[in-house]
């Protein structure tokens, strides 16, 4: 076919697999609980695969992808040859998005995942650490409930309503955004390793980094007022005790 310069060629991949393989083409496969050889590609791990294509060329219809560029590529309905099946329903799972991820919509798998959150948020409660309003040194708290952060001054008249209500402890977003030394540090021996070819490193000790330090945080609390945005710490829950009656 030579329309458009397209040239067709026709490759006998049995003969590749059997140049890689040798003779007997065979490969092994220790397959665990809920898991079978895929009947997709049956155990390949690879399957044929197309990305068609055109060429706008004068004279052609115009329609549709007339050209083909086949190649074996990765299997779409499993990993590497092996098909997960469900513990429950025995039906294939989905292949996730994300490798490792594999899905099952019945009602008994879906109880387990639920079964499984509810297991790792009672694992995370439990860790979490427990400070009382009176020992908390912020000044935000948030309230799970409904997600809405209350000033901690405002937390014993908020929990009247409700005692069971549970505050995590609040920490000012900038320690994310604060300038730290090694970053600063970094970039300068970047920018000096771009500049001269046999640039060692500029070495610095501890001392250095930690000047550096001292003075963007000296420089941090000085000039920049960031303190008003805060993030939920869910680690450590603040105990705030119900207020019985206002104080008046
Ligand atoms: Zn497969
Ligand atoms: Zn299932």
Excluded at 78 to 102: H, M, Q
Excluded at 122 to 131: G, L, N, P, T
């Amino acid at each position: 076919m030579t329309d458009n310069g397209i040239t067709r060629v026709t490759i006998d991949v049995s003969a590749t697999l059997r140049a890689c393989f040798g003779e007997t083409i065979e490969i092994t496969k220790d397959l665990q609980p809920h898991e079978r050889v895929c009947t997709a590609c049956r155990g390949l791990g690879a399957i044929k695969r197309d990305m068609p294509f055109a060429m706008r060329g004068p004279g052609e219809a115009g329609h549709g992808f007339p050209y083909h560029q086949e190649y074996v590529g990765p299997c779409p309905n499993c990993y590497n040859g092996i098909e997960k099946l469900c513990e429950f329903c025995a039906e294939p799972l989905y292949k996730g998005y994300t490798s490792g991820a594999y899905w099952c919509n019945c009602k008994e798998a879906s109880d387990e995942r639920s079964r499984t959150a509810k297991d790792k948020e009672a694992a995370r409660m439990a860790k979490a650490k427990r400070v009382p309003l009176a020992e908390y040194t912020g000044t935000m708290l948030f309230r799970a409930r409904d997600e809405v952060f209350v000033e901690a001054e405002d937390a014993r008249e908020d929990a009247r309503d409700d005692p069971e209500e549970l505050y995590y402890a609040c920490d000012p977003v900038d320690n994310w955004v604060k300038p730290a030394a090694a970053e600063l540090i970094d970039d300068l021996d970047n920018r000096a390793a771009d500049e001269w070819e046999d640039f060692e490193g500029l070495d610095l000790t501890d001392e250095a980094k930690d000047a550096l330090q001292n003075a963007l945080d000296l420089w941090w609390t000085e000039h920049v007022k960031l303190q008003t945005l805060y993030y939920p710490n869910e680690d450590t829950i603040v105990v705030v005790p119900a207020e019985s009656e206002p104080e008046e």
